[in-house]
C-alpha cells in the first residue's frame, strides 16, 4: 500500500494492469495469497471466503489508485507499454515478459507482495511448467525403442540439458546455475523462482474454461463494487460443478 | 427467346442460392436450435449430449442487465445513424449537386472514409483516446490543461458514435447524390421562375421526390446500427468501460467468443435478427405511409 501512495504522489501509475483484457495474473496471486496453496488449490462448490478476500482486494487497489486511469478500456499490451516507458511501477505478468523489458538494468523481478492477513507464505508462486516431453505408448511397448526412448528423454532432461534449453529465460524445469552475461534484471527473476517457498498451478488449470472466463469477466465490475466476488466466483463454480457432472 | 425457356435462368440462379443455403440459411437455423440448448462446445461432438434448455436462455435476456444497455444503445445508434449519417449526406448532397466545378473532387473526399478498414478507424480512434499520450491529450495538455480520460463512463458511448457515424457519412452521401441526379433540372427552373428559393426548393421538390431514396437509407442506417460491431469492438472491446458501451453485436461476440457461452451468443443473435426485422419492416411502413 505504501509503494502504492507513493508512486501515485510521485505522479507514476503504480500498477500496469487493464482490467478489461488481462487481469488474470492478479486474480491468481490475489486468490493464492489470500487462501493459502491449500485452499487456492481446491474446486470447491461455493465461494470460500478466502477467494472472495482474494478478489475483493481488486476493488481496494483500485480505490486506492493503483490502476492506470483507463484501466477499463486498454488492453494488455498498452499497460505493458507503460511500464516499459517507465510511466507505471510494477507488473505482474509470466516469466516471458522478462525478454521484452530493455531496461534490464533498472528494472527487478520481486516477490509478490502479498496482502494483509494472507495464508500463503511469502514466495508463493503461480506457475507450473505445462510442456515437456513425451514416451508414446507404441515406443514403450516396442521393446527395440524403448531404451532408446528413455535415454532421449534423460538426455534432454538432465540438469545440463535443462540449463541448454532454460538459457537465462523464464523458468527453468529444475535448479540451475547463471550463465555468463545475464543481466541483472535476469539474474533477481532467477534468484525469485530458486526461492519460491510454493508452485501452484493457476484456476484455469482446475476449472472449467467456461466457468473461468466468469470470473475473468467479472473482475471489472467487482473492482468498482457493482458486483460481489462472491456472486461472481459463485456463478463460476456452479457453472464449473454443471460442466464436472456432464 | 431466352426468357421463353426458363432452365437458362435456374442454371445461373441456383448456383447463388445453393451457396447461401449452406453458409446462411442453414447455419441460421442451426442457431436457433443452438439457442435451446446448452452447448458445452462449438459444436455437438460424437459422444457428447447437450442438455435441452426449452426457453432459458430467452428467459435470461430478459433479467440480462448487459441485453438491456445493449439495446438501449442499438436504438440509440439508430437514431444518431439516421440524424447524422442520413441527415448530413443529404446535406451535403444537396449542396455538392449544386454545384458545378468541383462535384467529383468532393465525391471522393467524402466517400474517402468507407473506404478506409472500420477496424484500421476504430484503432486509430483509441490512439486519440488514449489517457497517456493519446493526440486529444496531448493538445489539451499543450494548452495546459488537464488529460481527460476520453472512454470514462460518462463519455464512452459518445466518443464510439462519432467515428462510427463519421466513417459512413460518405455511404449516404453518394447513394442520395446519385438520386437527386434522378430529379429533373427543369422542375427546379420552374420553381425559380415562379419564385421558389433554393432553400424552399429543397422542402418542397427535393424531399417529396427523394423520398423512396431516403426511405432506402434510413433502412439500412437503422439495420446496419443493429448490427455494428467492428468499430466499437475495436475501440472498446467488452462493451468497456464497464459494459456501458455493448451493442447488440459486441455483446452477442463477447458472449459466445470471449465467454465461450455459444448458447446464450446464439440466443442474442437470434433476438438480433428479429429486431432487425421488426425495424425494418416500421421504417418501410412509416416510409410507404407518407407516399
Known sequence: MTAIETFKENGIIPIACSLNNVPHYWVEFLMLYAAGPDGYTEVPQTAPADWVKGLETFKTLRDLGAFPEDTDTVDDAYVGQLFKDKKAAMQLDGSWYLGGVTATDTTVVIPFPGIEGQKAEAGAMVGGISSGFYITKKAWDDPDKRDAAVKFVMAHTNKDAVQKYWNGNGQAACAVEPIDGMSPLAISGLDYSSAATSISAPTDARIDPEAYKVIIGGIVGISTGATSAEDVINEALTLNAERQAQ | MLYKKKWPLLVFLVPGILFMLVFLYIPFLNNIKNSFYDMTGIVELPGMNWKFLGLDNYKKML???????????????????????????????????????????????????????????????????????????????????????????????????????????????????????????????????????????????????????????VTLAVTGALKVFDLPWVMVPNGAPQGLTHFMGTYMYQTAFAMNNYDYGSTIAVVIVILGIVVAKAVDFITKERS
Not at chain 2, 491529450?137 to 458514435?161: D, H, R, S, T, Y
Open chain 2, 63 to 217: 433479467s440480462d442487465v448487459n441485453v438491456r444497455i445493449a439495446i438501449l444503445n442499438s436504438v440509440k445508434m439508430m437514431v444518431l445513424t439516421v440524424v447524422f449519417e442520413v441527415g448530413i449526406g443529404f446535406v451535403l448532397a444537396v449542396m455538392v449537386s449544386n454545384i458545378k466545378k468541383g462535384q467529383q473532387f468532393f465525391r471522393t473526399v467524402y466517400f474517402f472514409p468507407i473506404v478506409i478498414s472500420a477496424t484500421a478507424i476504430g484503432l486509430m480512434f483509441k490512439l486519440f483516446y488514449n489517457y497517456n499520450g493519446g493526440m486529444l491529450n496531448q493538445i489539451l495538455e499543450a494548452f495546459g490543461k488537464e488529460p481527460v480520460n476520453w472512454l470514462k463512463p460518462e463519455l464512452a458511448l459518445l466518443m464510439v458514435c462519432v467515428p462510427t457515424l463519421w466513417s459512413y457519412v460518405g455511404f449516404y452521401f453518394v447513394i442520395l447524390l446519385t438520386g437527386l441526379s434522378d430529379i429533373s433540372d427543369d422542375i427546379y427552373e420552374a420553381a425559380s421562375i415562379d419564385g421558389c428559393t433554393k432553400f424552399k426548393q429543397v422542402f418542397y421538390i427535393t424531399l417529396p421526390m427523394m423520398k423512396t431514396v431516403i426511405g432506402t437509407c
